[in-house]
């Protein structure tokens, strides 16, 4: 069964600073990872795709890991702002299960 | 237009009514999806349709009956409800080239209370 971690569960960070989301998943047999931000009681919004195939991938000021083999991903937010503020969640898709959310990070950043 | 729209924004319904939930995209993707969200827990999948066709039923109870009408419109169908199904439930649709392999694009969701 695919567990997918993600560490730490809350995050408080001043404005500017850069920072790092971890997301790790049990079984490495995955077509893709996704990244997503969720505002409260609100919808997911996709922030980044990662085929299973890649490495990485970048938008703007994010930008996403993969280590397949290790069964973990990095989401790196440069130069944070308050309107990052916002619980960020990663999606596992593939096997079984076909997709399986972490629990996400809770992100504050204080202006 | 990468928006995926969901009605109605809040629900509030009786154990033995039966209500709709309604999710439209016009973005062209031949996949759309039920999720179910209950507060701080993750989004856990429910149903999947994947050009018109029902290809994923994740053991849901027959109490919620999905429906996809054409490619752009996809329905859940709710009746006799218990409390506990009472979460936010959000829409997603993909391009679907393949299942699950495509980036993923969620509506607002329908927040439901069964009281």
């Known amino acids: 069964k695919q567990e997918v971690t993600q560490i730490p569960a809350a995050l408080s960070v001043p404005e500017g600073e850069n920072l790092v989301l971890n997301c790790s998943f049990t079984d490495s047999a995955i077509y893709n990872l996704q990244w997503f931000r969720q505002d409260p009681g609100k919808g997911l919004t996709s922030l980044l795709l990662i085929q299973s195939s890649q490495r990485e991938q970048t938008s703007g000021r994010l930008n996403a890991s993969l280590d397949k083999s290790s069964g973990r991903s990095t989401l790196y937010i440069a130069a944070s702002q308050p309107g990052d503020s916002a619980t960020y969640l990663c999606a596992v898709s593939g096997g079984y299960q076909k997709v399986t959310f972490g629990i996400g990070t809770k992100l504050q950043v204080i202006p | 237009d990468t928006e995926v729209t969901q009605t109605p924004k809040h629900l509030v319904m009786g154990m033995t009514n039966k209500k709709s939930l309604k999710c439209e995209q016009h973005?062209?993707?031949?996949?759309m999806y039920w999720y179910k969200q209950k507060a701080k827990k993750p989004p856990e999948l429910m149903f999947v349709?994947?050009?018109?066709?029902?290809?994923i039923n994740e053991s849901v109870p027959s109490r919620f009956s999905p429906e996809c009408p054409n490619s752009s419109l996809l329905n859940l169908h709710l009746h006799a409800l218990q409390p506990e199904d009472s979460a936010l439930y959000l829409c997603?649709?993909?391009?679907?080239?393949?299942?699950?392999?495509?980036?993923?694009?969620f509506g607002p969701g329908t927040r439901l209370t069964v009281l």
């Open positions: 973005m062209g993707h031949r996949a």
């Open positions: 997603a649709s993909s391009q679907e080239r393949g299942l699950f392999t495509d980036t993923q694009y």
């Open positions: 349709y994947s050009y018109e066709k029902l290809s």
